[in-house]
């Protein structure tokens, strides 16, 4: 299966368990893998038959910025439901990172990957 991604994505976002996180934006960056037919697209050059990076980059923000939960578990389980959902994208790998969270640690965070039952897992 062909891959479009979305690599080092920085949004800022309300996240976080204490209360002094609820009240501030915080840096996330997120990498995205989605699983797709690119030759479709690729072979009339057509945007409309593929995964627009750009769009679903903004939607990731406006999705993380409309549904603040406490942890970056809930938000990567949610994310990736709605990005499956609205995009019909048959598996996806996510991994959200809290940069700074841990002294001594450059980031934090989660990684999950995701596909519907009815998808084949050779996805490599």
């Known amino acids: 299966m062909d891959k479009v991604y979305i690599e080092g994505l920085s949004i800022q976002t309300t996240i976080g368990f204490f209360e002094w996180e609820k009240g501030i934006k915080q840096t996330l960056v997120i990498d995205l893998v989605m699983g797709w037919d690119t030759a479709r697209a690729a072979e009339n050059d057509e945007l ?34 709605f990005l499956m959902e609205t995009y019909h994208i048959p598996w996806l790998k996510l991994k959200v990172g809290k940069p700074n969270a841990v002294h001594n640690a450059a980031t934090v965070g989660v990684e999950i990957e995701r596909s519907h039952p009815s998808h084949n897992s050779k996805h490599g």
């Not at 409309?48 to 809930?74: G, Q």
Request: no cysteine.
């Open 48 to 81: 409309a038959k593929t995964l627009d990076y750009a769009e679903i980059s903004i939607k990731i923000e406006e999705f993380a910025n409309k549904n603040p939960v406490d942890l970056l578990e809930t938000l990567a389980e949610r994310l990736a439901k």
